[in-house]
């Protein structure tokens, strides 16, 4: 869905965050807190998509391509180092990338502990010169997502330690133990450390969500006010919702509910908890081709319906039908963070 309008409700934590952005020379480190499914990529997005293009705002922003930790190949500081080199403009990081090639070579060739020590350090430190030429003309924002599945990694204690010699820079961190993180900074005395929680989306712009998402339906062949109460504000179960509100299964479910919903407050957590179940559960066993494919842009990117078609065997047409208007280009991000571990298991435990 358009960032712009799951976000019409996100102001407040926009506009903190630009109060933020729009403080020249200084640094500041963001960490966004909240469970699985309340939107949290969305919201990134949301700022990549706002700070993208200079011209509408006062200073000169340079907003970093978007590192989500979920890609294991980001695990290696250097592939981060990288990775943030190329999208920012590879010819400003060009005493960078020639060490990083040497040390690469080192690395093949074999060198000491002591060695390797030195040179990843003189990498870093030329990595964080790099960028602070870079933010002295502009300010630059950087992104990481899912920073939970870094927890047995020393690689985010490296990023933070970089973080901390850039200047002029402004830093999002999110993941489910970014609370908890960002806390301990604060206490060890960062006053460059902020935190950020986010709560679920409100019912109507849930409803504003699915009707976005599914316009070529009319609320009397589909109750969408019943389907957006029953995902609890969560911007994941609203993607999975639109995408089998196609499904006969699902939505006779649904219709059986609608006698009882959303007034009813007897019961109403548990209806909730077995909507969420079946969604989940269409993943977990995809027997129906709505399950191959959320399984497919879960790992495959980029990918659009004729792809898709070739890799499932399955006829084009019925699988544009089954994606329904959900845009091409975002399909993977989306479905990924759907299908991931760490989101798969938290709906299956919301759902018990």
Known sequence: ????????????????????????????????????????????????????????????????????????????????????????????????????????????????????DQSLEALNRTFVDCVNAVSAQRRPIFLFDSIEMLQSSPVLRNLLEMAYNIENGVFLFVGRNAEHIGSQLQRSGRQDVSILGLEPL????????????????????????????????????????????????????VQDQVGTLPGATTGAGQLQRTFVHRLVRMIATPDTLEGRIVLLLARVYPADAAMVAVLLDAPLAEVRGRLGNFKGARLSSRFRAMCSPCTMKSAMLSAR
Request: aromatic content about 10%; hydrophobic content about 45%.
């Open 202 to 253: 409100s019912q109507q712009t849930s409803l504003e969500y699915m009707q976005t998402y599914l316009p070529a339906l009319s609320s009397d062949q589909l109750p969408l006010r019943e389907v957006a109460w029953l995902t609890e504000g969560h911007p994941i179960m609203l993607d999975l919702a639109a995408l089998y509100a196609l499904s006969g299964e699902m939505m006779a479910w």
């Open 1 to 116: 869905m358009d960032a712009r309008n799951v976000y019409s409700e996100r102001e407040n934590e926009l506009a903190l965050i630009n109060t933020l952005v729009q403080e020249w020379g200084t640094r500041h480190i963001i960490f966004v807190d909240a469970p699985a499914g309340i939107g949290k990529t969305h919201l990134l997005r949301a700022i990549q998509q706002r700070y993208s293009t200079n011209d509408v705002h006062r200073l000169p922003i340079h907003v970093a391509e978007l590192i989500d930790f979920q890609d294991d190949t980001l695990h290696i500081l250097q592939n981060i180092s990288y990775r943030l080199a190329h999208a920012i403009d590879p010819h400003l990081f060009d005493p960078f990338l020639f060490l990083l090639f040497n040390w690469q070579r080192m690395e093949i060739n074999g060198i000491s502990a002591e060695q390797r």
